[in-house]
């Protein structure tokens, strides 16, 4: 699904145009948007999922930059075999540096997400702004590292520039007033670039998400977003959405047994004695 169809599905929900009573019609629009982006990706679909990845630790630094759409870590790995990864909090990662601990064989990694001014953090000592979020890292490596981790995540809702396809660059997190109206503008807009933007979503879920526009939009507009939500996770579309998710990306294997299975095996028709 591009940006105008996505435009057009909130009009058509609204009857036009969507209230404009605390920002302008486009605003409007972009934030019906986004919180339904948002939405739509706080459930951990697996299309959601990014494998090995490969991230760079630079030298004298406890910072790792993490793709511009991350939103969470399902796992993580070093390509030394000689070294462990141990995922805790950005707390505990404080107590080692000051501590002054030293480990030969344990990486330990928090993920951290920066809330304030991101032109004061200098995560990579070079003066520079740091990212949104970072992977904290201890101990420090003295030289760069350039593919000490392997990590999968989950992306985070995000348009991209369709002319580049879903591996190129990333046109933005958030969907702005200046793209609806450059996506909507008068005349054939076919050839316009906002229009075209898309959203990293496998094409068959585009029902699905139609139905979570004209639930946000709706909901907005009347206060009942709440009981539309909770009217499409219980339909037949969602369910049939979820399946399909699931069949596309799969879990395969043998499943780990925590305790060895004993043999012979006891009949089922018995119950151990308590005593």
Do not use: C
């Amino acid at each position: 699904m591009n940006l105008k169809t996505a435009i057009e599905h909130v009009l058509l929900a609204t009857g036009g145009n969507p209230s404009t009573a605390i920002a302008t019609e486009n605003e409007r629009i972009a934030q019906i948007i986004n919180d339904t982006g948002n939405y739509f990706y706080s459930m951990p679909w697996r299309f959601r999922e990014v494998h090995g990845e490969t991230v760079t630790l630079p030298a004298n630094s406890n910072y790792v930059t993490l793709p511009a759409d991350f939103a969470e870590l399902v796992s993580i790995t070093t390509n030394d075999s000689s070294v462990t990864v141990a995922e805790t909090t950005p707390h505990h990662i404080e107590q080692l540096i000051g501590s002054s601990t030293t480990s030969s064989n344990t990486d330990y990694v928090a993920v951290v997400f920066n809330q304030g001014d991101q032109s004061t953090i200098d995560v990579a000592g070079s003066g520079g702004a740091g990212p949104s979020v970072f992977l904290k890292v201890f101990p420090q490596q003295s030289a760069e590292d350039a593919d000490r981790y392997r990590i999968s995540y989950r992306r985070s809702f995000m348009l991209v520039d369709s002319s580049a396809s879903y591996t190129g660059s990333v046109a933005g997190s958030v969907v702005t007033d200046s793209l609806v109206l450059n996506a909507v503008s008068v005349g054939s807009n076919t050839d316009n670039v906002a229009a075209g933007w898309e959203f990293q979503f496998p094409y068959y879920l585009d029902p699905l998400f139609n139905q979570y526009l004209r639930a946000f939009a709706l909901g907005y507009e009347q206060g009942q977003l709440s009981e539309q939500l909770l009217a499409i996770e219980a339909g037949p579309l969602y369910q049939r959405m979820i399946a399909r998710d699931g069949l596309v990306q799969g879990q395969y294997g043998r499943l780990n047994l925590a305790v060895p299975p004993s043999f012979p095996v006891p009949a089922q028709n018995t119950v151990p004695n308590p005593s």
